[in-house]
């Protein structure tokens, strides 16, 4: 018990901040004193002061389901609004395909009207030239 008492002085903190660090109630490390440890239950003591010492807390088995659940559905929720993002993105990518699409169908039709008035101005003008010729020639 004088090892646990000169962590705690080593540590500079009060009992029941200790006691807090350590995921227990305030007046733990008081309890502690008065009813004492089995010796594995000071080492076990020892080390969880250890980490208070170097800056950490001791999260208590429930402390930590709930950290993790917590974050478990953080990341759940992230998945959820991942897939909905992909599903809206694939909508949108569907729908450019589909405009492309029928631009490039707009496009086609325009190079054939295009294609037909190229033809109608050379046989108008091969008209215009013959009848021109044969005024000149008459």
């Known amino acids: ?26 007046s733990y490390l008081a309890g502690v004193f008065r009813t004492g440890l089995s010796t594995a239950k000071q ?3 020892m080390e969880q002061l250890e980490i208070v010492n170097n800056g950490g807390a001791v999260q208590s088995d429930d402390q930590i389901i709930a950290e993790l659940s917590q974050k478990l559905a953080d990341a759940q929720d992230a ?3 991942a897939l909905e ?32 008035v190229l033809i109608f101005n050379y046989v108008l003008s091969l008209v215009i030239l013959g009848m021109v010729i044969s005024w000149v020639l008459a």
């Open 85 to 116: 993002g992909y599903g809206i993105a694939r909508q949108q990518l569907t729908e450019t395909q589909k405009y492309l699409l029928e631009a490039n169908q707009e496009v086609e039709q325009i190079e054939s009207k295009y294609k037909s």
């Open 79 to 81: 998945g959820i609004k």
């Open 43 to 45: 080492a076990e003591l």
């Open 1 to 26: 018990m004088n090892q646990i008492k000169l962590k705690i002085e080593e540590i500079g903190l009060s009992q029941r901040e200790i006691s807090k660090r350590l995921g227990k109630n305030a």
